[in-house]
């Protein structure tokens, strides 16, 4: 059986030090004002009940990815067989439509990767290539579970390597002995916005489900 | 990473039909392109992994960093380390952004303007060494090597510094514990011969097990962690802490109770969050030991709060009850309570009564607890050694003190390092000075600033907030050989600190460094600053000297484990720009000051002797781990228990050792740069519990802790037979001989002498515990504390990755737009950071602001953003943008440490903001200097907030 990578964040174990954020910004050459891993911090309550929330959010690697089927490009993204869902950067041309099709906001426009396709091939039924180089337009990027690194065997994003309250752990849903599925069978564990159908594959231990919902609140800027 | 459906919902109409959708393969491509796969096998590529240490930060995790072509590209936590166990926080992983900043300082230079005018002209290394040489040399032979002050700042990689400095004849030497948290260290110093009390929570452990064998024990055993005025999850320095807390919640269901005013992010995962007033951590901790003593039954399981097995690994207790008890007499004249009472405390900390009995309870009742107070609690506060000294008795007391969970000094189990390359041993030097006419021969130690000087002379931490002072008077020496010498401060040496900013109130400072004698020359006549770091501080400077940034030199961690660790800090890349390593820049000045004439530096203690800095740190190592063969299980049980330890635990697991008996030392074969580097980079010796006592007996071993009776003291100078004892008793000693002269310091709060066992004093600007301050109250409604966030100190605010992370109150992005060169990552080509010039909009990026409790900012109609003046009774003021919300005590305002105000372009983007950031040390009365240590009041401060 192939395998189904998850990323499961325990929020009882999670200290707010934004180690994910920026070992994912380490790994992957991630541009300053755009995250493929970030953290959420929200303050609620009045004094002496005051809360803060930490909430990471990486991309779900939805196992109904809404951010596929738009994509004009057949194969530029796609979920690969390890249920991660990728970008290949030789297909790609830039066209966005992916990024705003994620509700959950896990997509950009990498400012210094220029797109390798020729987006003229597409022009026709893709306006927003319309006219423009490859070397004007950049491609998308998103949280990939470090695939370089899986690629290489080693079965650890960056994020989790350095996750300093070992908070979050990575491995294959299809292997019931792995660490992720034992936690998933006998912890309760909520997704972020089930309701949008997506099916996402980053399961939160949320003792506080508040936690969920402040990290949409306003505070958040 | 915001939820935003409005593309998203234009797409639903075809997401109805996803799941048949991919049942036709199109939403599950089987197999990586071979291009795909072939560009992901380059990007990992082939790396040379080196083990290192992360010396951005003081808590100095293990770290692997992988290198490329000689550029860092990667950076983990290093898995054989145990005090991070393979993980790197924020501020680890972001290195590259500060190794490759184009902030840097880059070559030598030397100022040609007016001291904090910042124009300097660029100059060789020879031109530099030469002009520092020169000086130094006239001063020695004008007023004395003692003129010189070496301030090291960071404590890594000061020893070649102190061995230089100590051989040209000063003892003047000092770093950052100075201004760090002497008053918290001192109940630990004093009891036990340590420093810092940590729960016993770093996981993994390696334990001896019966059968002989040596395993990591991961197991968490802690039930009850109370921090006080501690904030591990974001200031970090003990870094297993973080997962430690956590872990032990999680997994044992210990229960976490945090002290703070502000909800730190550690509070935030409190079970307990208890806000008392500032400066009350004493007041709380004394009411706790007397409920516990109180209530105390041993016939009741529930209220069996004291285990007095305690007496017989201790000395000193019922003189202690005695002066603790004589207390619960008085009245307070703040309140007219009896002291330590439970009304008493609720009183002064705004506490409620039952909230103490509560916590006095659970932590009487619940075992193993540790009870751990920090930097932001008695650290900053001028009656902190109240605090800290109550801080050990309840540990100790209740049976928590270096028990499996509970509570352990790691000052006095961590591996000893350094030894002779630090070159303490040229301070017993004999030297000669002329005092009243008279010739006097002492040692170089006896010219010490503070242990002999008029003021703090059991400032063995030192008294770096009183050099402003010390450069415009000049030292008085009132004890020991040299009594009734003066002297000057004519140099000072600063590197990898910034006490222009740091060292207690920035303008205090900057004042004594600009201050001209009456023919219009400085005072001080040469200022060096040696940094990777183009910090305020180098404004000032005479001379600044670039040194090689953590990733470019080699030492050893300073690490703070529950047992002896000790790893190699790697230099990782040759030292960028024009940087030098400090072996190098020790053997180059000596050279120069011997080639000048000072026949006190000679080429076989310094450049003759290192040929490279692997030399230095070999020597270093040689008396590691130093520590005793103590404690149950016994680390090796196949050597003679209470003997010290030394050497690789490979040579001493194989019984490659020799015994000396007369010493009590077993020696294996000693520590190298070159057993680590095969080794993971780590040297891990074996954990124990209950080192005072005897593994087999119920009695104490006499060779741990290290006191002067090797038992745990509740006295500090006493005399049996002919015989003197204690951790005050030297420096009474010195009092006496001198006829009786009491320091400056003791005088203050009415002391003749260091006191013998328990004593009380009130801290200072605090309106509701010392009488003296009451009349503030009114006009100045708010007490002012500090803190660090991790990502908020000088080196981390260069960082461009930390500053797209908010942390508590006190750095939020509430920025103006602004442009600075930062360095970006780069994903294609050779070089892992570029400099990119970047503009930022507002409220994008953080900065130092000013945080406050939400209902507090309501009634001054302030709402988040606004900017406002705060200002204390001494006219002085600073400017910030508020941040409220119900994480703060009402009545207390908090400003992170040195996180606004910025005034040095060195700083990036954090000097962008300089003038709507708050500077908290602008606000620190100068002249609130700790009666025992002359350690900065920082958190002893009333404000008052108005809109800007």
Known sequence: MSKKYALLVDLRKCIGCTSCQVSCKMENSVPIGHFRARVDFADTGDYPKAKRHFFPKLCNNCEEPPCVLPCPVPGATYKGEDGVVMVNRE???????????????????????????????????????????????????????????????IEEPACVRNCVGIARIFGDLNDPNSEVSKLKASVKTLDWHPEYGTKPKTPYIAPDKEALDAADGKLNG | MQISRRVFLKYSGALAGIAALNKTGLLSLKHLSPSEAEAMQTAMGKYEVKYTADAMCPAECGLEMWVKDGKIAKIYG??????????????????????????????????????GEGKFKRVTWDEAIDHIGRKLSDIKKKYGAESVIMDCGDVTDRDQYYRLFFAFGTPNCTEHGAICDTPRRHGPKLMVGGKRWEPDIMRPQLVRQPDGSLKKDYTYRTKLIVYNGWNPFVATRIYYEQRGTVGAQVENGCKVVVIDPSLSNTAARADMWLSPRAGTDGDLFGAMLRYILENDNQNDPNKKYIDWSFKKYSVGWDEFEAAFKSWWAKKDPINGLSYFSLDWAADRTGLSRGQIEELSHLFGSTKPAALVWGMQSPGHHYNGYCASILGVALNVVTGNFDVPGGVIDTEITKASKGGSATGGFFKDRKVKRIIGGKEVEGKVGDLHMDLFGSKFPAAWDDSVADYPNAFMEGVDIRYGAFRGHHYPIKAYVLRTGNS????????????????????????????????????????????????????????????????????????????????????????????????????DIKGSDFWEKYKTEEDFVNEMLSVSPGRHNVGTPLPYPQYPEGYQIIGTPESLEKGEVTIDHEKKVIKGKPVTVEWLRSNNGVAIWPMSWRRYKKVNAEEPNKAWP?????????????????????????????????????????????????????????????????????????????????????????????????????????????????????????????????????KFKPNSYSVGTIWMNIDDAKKMRLKNGDLVVVENPLGKSTKGKIFASGGMRPGVIKIGFATGGRFSEGLGPAYKSRQYTPSHNDLVDPDVLSPIMGFP????????????
């Open chain 2, 500 to 599: 222009v900013v740091t060292g207690s109130a920035p303008w205090k400072w900057k004042a004594a460094i600009t201050a001209k004698d009456k023919s219009g020359n400085y005072k001080l006549e040469l200022f060096v600053f040696i940094d990777s770091l183009n910090l305020e501080s180098a404004l000032y400077a005479d001379v600044i000297l670039p040194e090689a940034s953590y990733a470019e030199r080699q030492s050893l961690s300073d690490i703070y484990p529950s047992h002896a660790v000790i790893y190699n800090r790697d230099a990782v890349i040759k030292p960028l720009h024009e940087c030098k390593k400090p072996t190098e820049i020790m053997n180059m000045l000596a050279k120069k000051l011997s080639e000048l004439g000072d026949a």
């Open chain 2, 706 to 838: 290290y006191t002067s009776t090797k038992l745990i003291e509740f006295k500090w100078d006493w005399k049996e037979g002919d015989k003197r004892f204690g951790q005050y008793k030297s420096h009474n000693e010195k009092i006496e001989k001198a006829g009786g002269e009491v320091p400056k310091g003791l005088k203050e709060i009415g002391f003749d002498r260091f006191p013998s066992t328990f004593y009380w004093f009130e801290t200072k600007w605090n309106p509701y515990t010392n009488t003296a301050y009451k009349k503030y109250a009114k006009d100045y409604p708010f007490q002012l504390i500090t803190g660090r966030v991790h990502h908020a100190m000088s080196g981390t605010q260069m960082v461009p990755w930390l500053g797209e992370i908010k942390a508590e109150g006190t750095w939020q992005p509430m920025n103006k737009e602004f442009e600075a060169d930062v360095p970006e990552a780069m994903p294609l080509g050779d070089d892992p950071m570029k400099s990119v010039k970047m």
């Open chain 1, 91 to 153: 297909l790609c041309i830039g066209c966005g439509r992916c990024v705003g099709a994620c509700p959950y906001g896990a997509r950009f426009m990498h400012p210094h990767i220029p797109v390798k396709n020729d987006p003229a091939k597409f022009a026709k039924d893709v306006p927003e290539v319309k006219g423009k180089k490859a070397k004007d337009l950049r491609v998308v990027d998103k949280c990939d579970y470090c695939s370089h690194r899986l690629a290489q065997g």
């Open chain 2, 78 to 115: 290093n898995k054989a380390v145990p005090m991070n166990a393979g993980t790197a926080c924020a501020k680890g992983a972001s290195g590259q952004q500060l190794v490759y900043s184009p902030y840097r300082l880059k070559y030598p230079m030397i100022r040609v303007g007016k001291r």
């Open chain 2, 937 to 948: 009041g920082y958190a002893d401060m009333i404000v008052r907030v108005k809109k800007a």
